[in-house]
């Protein structure tokens, strides 16, 4: 039987610890002890794009990744991402305000991935957008309230840095 | 979807990483950026008792290149540089394919290995995927294969009795089949650069963005003053049991001069290099007709690329 292993991740800046099996991955670690139950599981092979998260700032699926990897890592997951609990991040606010999200289930992974697109494509195009988001599946919106809120989200983001 | 248990190693040097795969043997297994050994493990199409986690070895990350006459220019700060002879560019297996497609010297010094990178699943994917983890998991229809293939590189191995250089030709042997033994560790691929004129295109055909490619075709060619075809190398991915090379298409470009190539013609042989595998995704058939359209339009693209380094002179 492999040996729990001790570790340390900061998760949406607070830190959390724990001892975990390798096995764990860190999608199961980030639901079930951090107890940040906006990182969704659809897939758990790496296509759905639902679990998304930021390691130390970049996107990743956390479901291909195993806990004990991020330790001593920064974790960013949905309920981090806006700065406070009263206020919406502006790709979470474009969402709501363009219908970017029916049922829900893949919002999570959307929004991280749009906030990390814009982060390095702050000004894109239609197409870019739409090459940026197609690592996330959606089965209700057909793309377009996502597209939108996209759109508005680099908008917005843009006014605020310039 | 939960992996058998495994006991989890992070070594954090490449000696180190090779003692416990000599140590544990065909027990273990070496974990690069898991995009794909992590869901076969999940799934359960594979199973391993001794997990040997690379990412904390820092001497398998980043680019470096040296050129004749100006020694040494680590661009990532990579050991290992000693390996490195006059004109080469060396990637540490564990440099990220995020890193690969941004990275200048690269961009510069293997085109090829720029382009192809963005074909790699999403940016996602990319910022975990390694190019050592792809070249060592071999699958058919993937990116960084087929591109090695075509430009020669050599992959760097590490094991217990030392490091050896395995070249391309060599190193792939079937799907998921390497010539690396269980303790062999890949830690490093090395590229010539191309000199004198020359240009690079890739593209492959996808159902969906980010999907294993149907067909993929990764094409170089150089040519003389005369604008004569000398050089020309031919990858392809998605077609065979591993990645394969038009070797026709090769041969039928040697030179020829660059205005007058029918690529489309000279395409359609890539057919008989083909020996593509039908699936639920695609049958052989349609693999060998779209591969070898692919490869006369990727073709066509380096063509159009060489004409106007020619005319720039």
Redesign the interface.
Known sequence: ???A?AISVKVNGRLQQGLV???L?LADFLREKALCTGVHLGC???VC?TC?IL?DG????S????A??ANQAEVTTVEGLALNEDTLHPVQQAFSDCHGLQCGFCTPGFVI?VA??LE?NPDPTDEEIR??I??NLCRCTGYQGIVAATRQAAATMGGKSR | MKPAAFEYHAPESVSDAVGLLAQYGDDAKPLAGGQSLVPMLSMRLTRFEHIVDLNQVQEMFGVSSTSSGNGANSANGINGAARIKADEVRIGAMTRQASVETNPTVAQKVPLLHLASPYIGHFQIRNRGTIGGSVAHADPASEYPAVMLALGGIAEVASPLGTRDIPAADFFQSTFTTALAGDDLLVALRFQPWAGPCSFAFAEIARRSGDFALAGAAVALGANEAGKINRAAVGMLGVGSTAVRASSVEAALSGLAVDEVDAAEVGRLAAQDMDPVGDVHASAEYRRSAGSTLVGRVLADALVQLTEELKDG
């Open positions: 039987m492999a040996e292993v099996e390798p096995r991955t758990e092979h790496g794009g998304t390691l970049q996107a990743v699926r479901c291909l990744m195993f004990v990897q991935s990390a697109f390095a090459h940026g197609s690592g």
